[in-house]
């Protein structure tokens, strides 16, 4: 099942018509006629005819007509909405049905709870003439429609996606993703009766994580929220290796996850699930980074796809929020390593300065100005850039979002007030709970992904004949002209976040006091500490130290080792942090450890608090 031209296996519930079809010039193939018949040839010979030609020369192309089955453009297949997505069948919706929720939330970026299930519905013209006449639509403008085609993982595709109004009498309001929740469209508005037609390109590539090794991804998706919104077809060839944006950074850049109803400002979100809302459509983007990475944590993700970089490709690189040890000199010596290898490899780099955290101590309200807490990362980004230009490189630039985020800051607490919290609605926030002082929600994002364009831009608008302007110039190629989502004043004007118009978050109810709890402590042989495993069992607004106490046999404490990482709050489940310490617990002593989690605060020097997030655990 793992080859491309096997991936569509039909049910025989469902009818499929014979492809007829014409390739154009463009070498797509195009439906040349419509059947608005529901009777016909037996299910049974239709099958067979489309599992004939799915091995023909066309198979790697896969046309999706939605909506009922009475209404299907030949040379299309059917999809209609209570079809559940299956490996075996190799397309269909995610989320439908009571066992939805179980779907692997790496699949599409969105997650369900138990109880949660999505409802998607048929709607039609009066008198469906062609393939964009009937579509399926959402129910609930927060639950969105979920579509999956089974691929083979490292593949390119084209993808045109054709978006419309459930009652065509009304406007819809549309939000459109790929992949794991990269953004195209959002808030988008479709003028009633009439369609849209978006198409993109997407690399389905296995990512590495550091909590679950490698995720072989086998899976295209397309999904679609907001009011009266609905799809009607969808397009999909494959084709070569096409250009790419591969992306390395940390949490404020990882593809993050979304519950569900979906609320833009409830989730957390990175800066690189936004660029495609910016990025021309000849371009795909492939993100790559992972919370509580730095820039010598992310070489197993980097090795994960560095083999496949190629000449016209751009590696995206914005680290420095996760250099807490080390700071910004460890972070500059770090950057060669993958520099020199995108070098090798003909491809560009750019080196983009991190977004600010925005922590009320930050702010001064009579002058409006937001200080920073992570420029220097950005100043030794651009002296390194700098240093390669002027030693001859053509193929490195550097963009900077921590000044402009900072100046954004500003601007929103000109407009909103000038008090911090004017700021709080651009970053993750849950009804009931605190606002996270550095990771972004996805209204924050797409600003950001703005930023990181416009930045570009005005380099290149300087003096486009210097060589960062070049490669900039390169990435901007086709760029879309899209505006970021702004937080209106319905929302606003209600108080600070998260006020009333957040929703109230579906949750499990739950019986622990505590947000972490800690599974073991590994100790090597001789009872030293190396590793502490973590599981976020709620919600959590702050990162976590790990703490480990020795006490000897008479209770005296010995000596306290903190682990290296922190426990990152924007992780789901298991996680794993290290410790660099020459405490042991020497069993032989009958010496014992108590094991805790304490929050800290994310700003230099990073104090501890004085909120415990876990049980003690003894061992």
């Given at each position: 099942m793992?080859?491309?031209?096997r ?7 469902f009818?499929?018509?014979?492809i007829?079809?014409a390739v154009?010039a463009d070498?797509v ?6 059947d608005?018949?529901s ?5 049974d010979n239709r ?7 799915k091995h ?5 192309k896969?046309?999706?007509d939605?909506g009922?089955?009475n ?5 299309y ?6 079809l559940?997505?299956?490996k ?5 919706f ?5 066992n ?10 969105f997650v369900?709870?138990?109880?949660q299930?999505?409802k998607l519905?048929e709607?039609?013209?009066?008198h469906?003439?062609n ?7 959402v129910?609930e403008?927060?639950m ?7 691929v083979?993982?490292?593949t ?9 109004s459930a009652d ?10 790929s992949?794991?929740?990269?953004f ?6 479709i003028?009633?009766s009439?369609?849209l037609?978006y198409?993109?390109?997407v690399n389905v ?9 490698t ?8 999904g ?9 077809s969808?397009?999909?060839?494959q084709k070569?290796?096409?250009?790419t944006l591969?992306?390395?950074g940390d949490?404020?850049?990882?593809d993050?996850l979304a519950?569900?109803?979906?609320f833009?400002?409830?989730?957390y979100?990175g ?5 495609s ?7 795909a983007?492939?993100?790559h980074?992972?919370s509580?990475?730095?820039?010598y944590s992310?070489?197993?993700h ?15 690189f914005?680290?420095?929020h ?5 700071g910004?000199?460890g ?6 390593y993958?520099?020199?290898y995108?070098?090798n490899k003909g491809?560009?780099f750019?080196?983009v300065?991190p ?11 009579e ?16 002296q390194?850039?700098?240093e390669k230009?002027?030693?001859g490189?053509t ?5 900077d ?9 500003s601007?929103l ?6 008090i911090?919290t004017?700021t ?5 926030g849950?009804?009931?709970g605190?606002v996270d ?7 924050g994002?797409d600003?950001f992904?703005?930023?990181?364009f416009?930045?570009a831009?005005a380099i290149?608008?300087a ?17 879309r ?8 004043s319905?929302i ?6 998260p ?8 949750e ?7 947000p972490l ?6 100790l090597?042989?001789?009872g030293?500490i190396l590793?502490?495993s ?8 702050t990162y ?10 008479n209770?005296e404490l010995?000596g306290?080792?903190y ?5 990152d709050?924007?992780i789901e489940?298991?996680q794993?942090?290290?410790?660099t310490?020459?405490l ?9 450890l ?12 990073y104090p501890?608090t004085?909120e415990?997030?876990?049980d003690f655990?003894?061992?």
């Open positions: 793992g080859k491309i031209g991936l569509l296996t039909i049910g025989c519930m009818f499929v018509f014979f007829t079809s154009y070498g193939t195009r439906s040349t006629s419509y608005n018949s009777t016909g040839d037996p299910v099958e067979r005819d489309y599992l004939s030609d023909s020369s066309q198979s790697e896969w046309k999706f939605f009922s089955a209404h299907v453009a030949k040379g297949t059917n999809v209609p909405a209570n559940e997505y299956t075996e069948r190799g397309y269909g995610l989320g439908l049905g009571p939805g929720y179980k779907e692997d939330n790496r699949s599409d970026g369900m709870q138990k109880g299930e999505i519905q709607v039609s013209k009066p469906p003439k393939v964009n006449d009937d579509a399926v639509a129910t403008s927060g969105p429609i979920r579509f999956a085609v089974n083979t993982p490292n390119y595709y084209k993808v045109k996606v054709t978006l419309t065509q009498k009304k406007n819809a309001i549309v939000n459109l993703f992949e794991k929740r990269h195209h469209l959002t808030e988008k508005v003028p009633a009439t369609k037609t198409e993109f390109n590539q296995n990512v590495y994580s550091k909590v679950t090794g995720y072989l991804d086998t899976m295209l998706n397309i679609v929220s907001g009011e009266n919104a609905a799809i009607s969808v397009t999909i060839q070569k290796q096409g250009k591969w992306v390395l949490s404020t850049v990882n993050q519950p569900l109803p979906y833009r400002l409830q989730n979100a800066v690189g699930q936004a660029l809302k910016y990025a021309g459509p000849d371009i983007v492939s993100n980074a992972e509580g990475l730095n820039n992310s070489i197993n980097f090795d994960q796809f560095k083999e496949r970089i190629k000449p016209g490709d751009i590696v995206f914005e680290f420095g996760n250099h807490k040890n080390d910004p000199t972070y500059y010596n770090g950057i060669s993958y520099y020199d995108v070098h491809a560009k750019i080196i300065g977004i600010d955290r925005h922590r009320a101590y930050q702010y001064d309200a002058t409006n100005i937001w200080s920073s807490t992570l420029d220097g990362f950005s100043a030794i980004g651009k390194y850039v700098d230009v002027t030693a490189a193929d490195i630039a550097f963009v979002l921590n000044a402009p985020s900072l100046a954004w800051y601007q607490c000109e407009s909103l007030g000038r911090a004017s709080d609605y651009y970053f993750r849950v009804q009931g605190k002082g550095t990771h972004p929600n996805d209204a994002v600003h992904a703005k930023m990181f416009d930045g831009k290149v608008d003096d486009p004949e210097t060589p960062q302007a070049k490669v900039l110039a390169d990435l901007l190629e086709g760029a002209d899209e505006t970021p989502y702004t937080v209106p319905s606003t004007s209600l108080g600070p976040a006020n009333s118009a957040y929703p109230e978050p579906y499990t109810p739950v019986d622990h006091q505590y709890v800690i599974n073991n402590v590994d090597d042989l001789n030293k590793s502490m973590v599981t976020k069992q709620s919600d959590l607004s976590g130290r790990g703490i480990v106490e020795v006490y000897k046999a209770g010995k306290t080792a682990a290296n990482e922190q426990i709050n924007t489940g298991t794993t942090v290290t410790f310490t020459d042991i617990v020497d069993a032989q002593k009958n010496e014992t108590r094991a805790y989690i304490m929050g800290f605060e994310d700003k230099p020097g501890l004085d415990q997030l876990s655990y003894i061992p």
